[in-house]
């Protein structure tokens, strides 16, 4: 079981609400570990494939989620996380298109979720975690110190999508990928399976139209009136 003197700020919430590039800071000024939730699923999915192991072998995809080999470093520049699996570094590989669909099928499946779960709460060691997820306050740390929604209006989460896309160099639309976020959402919010919904007692914090420095401040000013100091000694 989780060690309770540990301290968790979970925060949730969907893809472009800002929670990754927010949680990455947040960890940073707290000087907590950072645990990339998201990521877990993604390599799971990634594994699956290595070892021809079909999205739909719910068993053998469970073993794998218990026994994958991966972990977490910092870059050379100690500025972003680098995911490996196998001893790989595999940060821009589990970001593609086809890896993030795979996780999407995988995150779906309940006993996938149940074999990832100790995995997870084996990253709340001292001083702190920051958990980055959609289901951290709910199930994953129903514990933890500090619950945090993190949101968007549906059309500034497609603006922020749009942006990524075209400075990748994809052409695509803006009304569309809208359109697909609203889908998401309602598939996300009415799943069964941890549905995308804030914690009891989580803050819901609105990004629409905040620069980032400004979530940061409000999320640490949440985190201050939790006890926990943002102070680094
Ligand atoms: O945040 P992300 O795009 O890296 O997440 C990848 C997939 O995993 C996405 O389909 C949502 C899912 N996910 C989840 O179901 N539960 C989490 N705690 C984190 C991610």
């Known amino acids: 079981m989780m060690d309770q003197a540990v301290a968790v700020i979970a925060v949730d919430g969907p893809s472009g609400s800002g929670k990754g590039t927010i949680c990455q800071r947040i960890a940073a000024v707290l000087g907590f570990h950072y645990l990339d939730s998201g990521a877990l699923y993604r390599l799971l999915a990634l594994a699956a494939r290595r070892h021809k192991v079909?999205?739909?072998?719910?068993?053998?995809?469970?073993?794998?989620?218990e026994h994958m080999d991966i972990s977490f470093r910092m870059n050379a520049d100690g500025d972003h996380p680098e995911v490996i699996l196998e001893g790989e570094d595999v940060t821009a590989q589990i970001r593609t298109e086809e890896v993030g669909a795979g996780a999407s099928k995988v995150a779906a499946i309940p006993a996938v979720r149940t074999a990832l779960l100790s995995r997870q709460r084996a990253f709340a060691t001292a001083p702190g975690l920051v958990?980055?997820?959609?289901?951290?306050?709910?199930?994953?740390f129903p514990d933890a110190r500090v619950k945090i929604f993190l949101t968007a209006s549906a059309e500034e989460r497609a603006r922020r999508r749009y942006n990524q896309l075209i400075g990748k160099g994809e052409s695509v639309s803006?009304?569309?990928?809208?359109?697909?976020v609203r889908a998401r959402d309602e598939r996300d919010t009415r799943r069964e399976v941890s549905p995308l919904i804030p914690a009891e007692g989580?803050?819901?914090?609105?990004?629409?139209g905040v620069d980032i420095e400004q979530v940061v401040e409000t999320v640490l000013k949440i985190v201050r009136n939790a006890g926990i100091s943002t102070y680094r000694v």
């Open 202 to 208: 989580a803050e819901v914090v609105d990004t629409t």
């Open 54 to 65: 079909p999205l739909e072998d719910v068993e053998d995809l469970s073993v794998l989620a």
């Open 174 to 180: 803006l009304p569309g990928l809208i359109e697909q």
């Open 131 to 140: 958990a980055d997820g959609r289901d951290m306050g709910t199930v994953v």
